[in-house]
């Protein structure tokens, strides 16, 4: 169900646990991800019971989530289904935490805080009562409260209305945000078909996708800033292109040096996504990214690609200094020319001392971001190296 602009304004301002003043702006895609996984975790986690860690996104923390979580709730007048704390997991796995507990229950300056704590572990659950805080986080009591995949009615409800709005809204490109720069939602959706195209041509219309910080093209050029991943993915279902039938990020029975933070999603393909990335579609869509290609760096190979162009770095020197500027470009986004990010200018001493290149003096190293310069024009690469208050790469996207 679609609510109107103003009653989802209305319903956004409300949101206290959402750490913004305006109407209509973008949310985080990790706080997205722990509303949204919520409203509907009894799905998207085959089970029963939940807690905090399941809602907590790649790079997120426990605590914020449930910070973010129990805040909105509370504020929307529900609660967490049968809401409990396993103590005695807590007192197995972190004996050290739970004896400071008690030393804080003990303590005979008690406080709000201390109390909070000594209901959680006499049983004493009342949600409105123990909305989570630092006490908790400090004292790793976070991973131990668990409760139903069950969503309250009026949460239900009144979320319900207001993720259906959000993701409607995200779709048709209403949404704002004056500090960052996001992708229009039909790149976002093309990025996403581009991700999913080698999945189905290798296994059908189901199969297992993963994305975030442990895959290979994140290792290999970090994950993109302007790319919401779970917004595109929910707003794919919602426009019915694929369901998402699971979604987790750590896996129960690996251990934990094996795990890998990446978003595991079991999904199924429809028709729609499939006729809408035939071959003949394919086409277009290689045609019009070739229009507006992203120049890569693959910094294992020193391999620069852009527009079907390469440039493949041999020297050892100049390809220790080009990974070191482009940990810390900046990037301008050439439509409008906004600085989507600052990025740190080396001065020239500090960027040598930092490269570790005892033979490498001022002189050279003009030399090499000279020669550097040159074979970015030559090539066609939308970048340049910039000496000016320090040494600074500048990309354009």
């Known amino acids: 169900m679609k609510m109107s602009m103003k009653k989802s304004e209305d319903f956004f301002e409300n949101l206290h646990a959402i750490d913004t003043n305006e109407k209509n702006t973008y949310l985080p895609?990790?706080?997205?991800?722990t509303l949204w996984k919520y409203l509907n975790s009894e799905r998207l986690t085959g089970g029963k019971t939940l807690n905090f860690e399941n809602l907590t996104p790649i790079n997120g923390q426990e605590y914020m989530s449930a910070t973010i979580l129990t805040q909105t709730i509370n504020k929307l007048g529900g609660e967490l289904i049968n809401l409990n704390f396993n103590k005695d997991l807590y007192l197995k796995f972190s004996p050290k935490a739970y004896d400071a507990a008690l030393k804080l229950i003990n303590d005979k300056n008690k406080g709000l805080q201390p109390k909070k704590v000594e209901d959680v572990l006499s049983g004493k659950i009342d949600f409105g009562n123990i909305l989570i805080n630092a006490t908790y986080a400090n004292l790793q009591m976070m991973e131990w409260f668990e409760f139903s995949t069950k969503v309250h009615k009026k949460i239900e409800n009144k979320l319900g209305r207001f993720i259906d709005d959000y993701i409607d809204n995200f779709i048709e490109d209403k949404l704002i945000d004056y500090e960052k720069n996001y992708y229009k939602f039909e790149k976002q959706k093309q990025i996403t078909f581009n991700k999913l195209r080698p999945y189905i041509e290798k296994y059908g219309n189901r199969f297992l996708f993963e994305y975030g910080k442990d895959t290979d093209e994140a290792n290999l050029y970090g994950l993109d800033a302007h790319y919401l991943f779970i917004h595109s993915l929910s707003a794919l279902e919602r426009l019915k292109y694929l369901n998402i039938d699971k979604l987790w990020i750590f896996e129960m029975m690996t251990p934990p040096n094996e795990q890998t933070e990446n978003y595991k999603i079991r999904m199924s393909i429809n028709q729609k996504l499939i006729e809408e990335i035939s071959p003949e579609q394919n086409k277009k869509l290689e045609e019009a990214q070739s229009k507006k290609d992203t120049l890569r760096f693959d910094p294992l190979n020193g391999l620069f690609e852009y527009n079907g162009k390469t440039y493949h770095i041999t020297s050892k020197t100049r390809l220790a200094l080009i990974k070191k500027l482009w940990q810390e470009q900046k990037t301008i986004d050439d439509r409008g020319g906004k600085i989507a990010k600052k990025g740190f200018p080396f001065p020239k001493e500090d960027l040598l001392r930092n490269l570790d290149i005892d033979s490498l003096g001022?002189?050279?190293l003009l030399r090499e971001i000279k020669e550097l310069n040159r074979i970015f024009r030559k090539k066609g690469f939308p970048?340049?190296?910039?000496?000016?208050?320090?040494?600074?790469?500048?990309v354009k996207i």
């Open 29 to 33: 895609d990790g706080n997205f991800y």
């Open 362 to 364: 001022k002189n050279e």
């Open 383 to 394: 970048a340049r190296i910039e000496i000016k208050g320090g040494v600074l790469l500048i």
